[in-house]
């Protein structure tokens, strides 16, 4: 197993993400608690020692799962992780009963790692706002040994992370984002990377695989790969990217059987970061990925000043292709939903007047009012 050193502790760079866990009868709230306990069990026997898990993951009972599967092994033998439930709006006001729920539920007397859930501009105004107490009372409860690390995910572009770190950065010792070949450029995931570094804030990594989209490539992509590395499994390539960046320490993997676990056990027995030739083909592949079936939007500008209603159709049409993308690979679209919500309605896709004003100076040539028009469909 490798390991990322982190302050004084040694964390396996494989986590295990318990977002995903074996269901029965497809029933994501009945989680199959027989074989997390195996693979619990078979992801310590490997060296893997950071869990992961939060408040609403499956129905509320991911906590609960993960720590009877853990509770078998000794404690210092592991890092638990979970996070405050900021994602739903109506728990910012409970953050004191939340976190007491959370001990009580998981039978533990601290949590290793702690984390304000899914920062983005659906709850960064709440987040921000001290009449809440969130922070005060996660900090209380660092100072009182029941966190140990206190951290943060974060899914907001870059205008929000910047905020957040600007109010809280300096409590911040670690920061959760979404990353992988594909959003390395698709969202912005090296500015970010590069931004936390800057505060000397390492990075934790969810959705390496995007869901599972970089699991399986098309068929020429997957043979240049294989030209590069034979021995090589396609999920690997997404993992071996995460090894060359060194803001990396944790890459979280949701796992829903053991075959998965047994292909990133042996995935992460050893390093093997990317080298130049095979980055350079990667990111090809992602830029192939990243444009196909999207809007070719540069940002221009040359939109907003002509749109009647003010709208920020660059923004819209960044949102609109990230929603695509996702929705393409069969995967939920929470993203762009979640960010327009934070959006006066005023200024959302429906507000499109179809006037035609932006297309007449678009350089791209965008049907820009049948874009909004099939966003709004999409959306719902």
Not at 142 to 154: D, E, M, V, W
Not at 267 to 288: H, Q
Not at 327 to 355: D, N, Q, S, V, Y
């Amino acid at each position: 197993m490798i390991y990322r050193d982190f302050k004084e502790l040694k964390l396996s760079q494989l986590g295990f993400g318990a977002m995903r866990l074996p269901v029965i009868d497809g029933d994501d709230a009945k989680v199959d608690r027989e074989q997390t306990q195996r693979m619990v069990d078979a992801a310590m026997d490997a060296g893997v020692n950071y869990y992961d898990t939060a408040w609403g993951y499956h129905g509320e009972t991911s906590e609960i799962v993960i720590a009877e599967a853990l509770a078998k092994h000794p404690r210092d033998s592991y890092y638990f992780a979970t996070k405050f439930p900021g994602y739903d709006l109506s728990n910012m006001p409970k953050v004191k009963e939340i976190f007491a729920r959370q001990l009580e539920k998981t039978g533990l007397e601290y949590f290793d790692f702690y984390l304000l859930h899914n920062v983005c501009e659906m709850n960064i105004e709440q987040y921000l706002d001290p009449q809440y107490g969130i922070m005060e009372h996660l900090l209380e409860q660092k100072k009182n040994g029941r966190i140990r690390y206190l951290g943060f995910s974060c899914h907001g572009e870059m205008d929000v992370l910047r905020r957040f770190l600007d109010a809280y950065g300096d409590e911040m010792e670690f920061c959760q984002l979404q990353l992988n070949y594909l959003d390395w450029t698709f969202q912005h995931g090296k500015e970010k990377v590069d931004l936390l570094k800057e505060r000397d804030i390492p990075v934790w990594v969810m959705e390496p695989l995007r869901g599972g989209k970089l699991a399986k490539l098309d068929e020429e992509d997957e043979k240049q790969l294989r030209a590069l590395r034979p021995e090589e499994e396609i999920p690997a390539w997404a993992f071996r990217f995460l090894q060359t960046i060194p803001e990396v320490k944790v890459i979280l993997s949701g796992m829903s059987n053991e075959a998965q676990l047994e292909a990133n056990l042996r995935t992460f027995a050893e390093d093997r970061p990317l080298n130049a030739v095979e980055s350079d083909a990667l990111m090809k592949i992602a830029d192939r990925m990243g444009s196909s079936g999207s809007v070719p939007c540069t940002a221009c500008h040359y939109c907003t000043s002509h749109c009647p209603q003010g709208l920020d159709i660059p923004r819209l049409i960044s949102l609109y292709n990230e929603h695509v993308l996702t929705t393409k690979a069969g995967l939920f679209g929470f993203i762009a939903p979640m960010a327009l919500a934070a959006i006066p309605e005023e200024e959302r896709p429906a507000a499109c007047l179809h006037c035609g004003s932006c297309e007449q100076v678009c350089p791209q040539q965008i049907r820009i009012s049948d874009v909004m028009t099939d966003f709004v469909a999409k959306i719902g």
